[in-house]
């Protein structure tokens, strides 16, 4: 079992609040991802971070910022919620090389209405 | 264009038969291809990871293999169970940064009946 944690799983909110998904991993890694992911589509990187004060932006542009103050926390930030938003946000974390395994969150549900 | 194509889209198949998910690809220069599993609503696992030298990886009924001059990888499934039913990804990272940028597939939805 991977030790990465995402909360909350599911959030509804309304258009134009502010929301920030939490990610936490308590295995030391380095590296921190966030990915997002509409049904039945791939996995797009938004944010990662190769670690503490880190932060640079994916191949998919994101309204989202992203900070890295710990090495296990990791959160993603809506400051203005809108329907375009709806989707899951994935988190993962990695540590040494590139072929090391990447462990993914469960996920957050978000929907905007 | 990097690329990570997997067939068939979707699949069903009964309790106890074999299956093969099948994934090409066209990311240059390689690194490594990882075949996750993830099931809805959850987040992937990881199943297996092989290099440009691996041929053949397994991990209790799933077995992978890479042929990497063709490109081409695929996941076999033996003896399939209900548990098996999720969306398998075929994940191939490149070589060119330190990250080792990853390529997803839209995966294959795999359906086993009982």
Known sequence: EADIYQTPRYLVIGTGKKI?????????????????????MELHLIHYSYGVNSTEKGDLSSESTVSRI???????????????HTSQYLCASSGGGAGNTIYFGEGSWLTVV | ???????PQSLIILEGKNCTLQC???????????????????GPVS???MTFSENTKSNGRYTATLDADTKQSSLHITASQLSDSASYICVVSDRGSTLGRLYFGRGTQLTVWP
């Open chain 1, 20 to 40: 920030t998904l939490e990610c936490s991993q308590t295995m030391g890694h380095d590296k921190m991802y966030w990915y997002q992911q509409d049904p039945g």
């Open chain 1, 70 to 84: 710990r090495t296990e926390h990791f959160p993603l930030t809506l400051e203005s919620a809108r329907p375009s």
């Open chain 2, 1 to 7: 264009k990097n690329q990570v194509e997997q067939s």
């Open chain 2, 24 to 42: 090409n690809y066209t990311v240059s220069p390689f690194s490594n291809l990882r075949w996750y599993k993830q099931d809805t609503g959850r």
């Open chain 2, 47 to 49: 199943l297996t990871i």
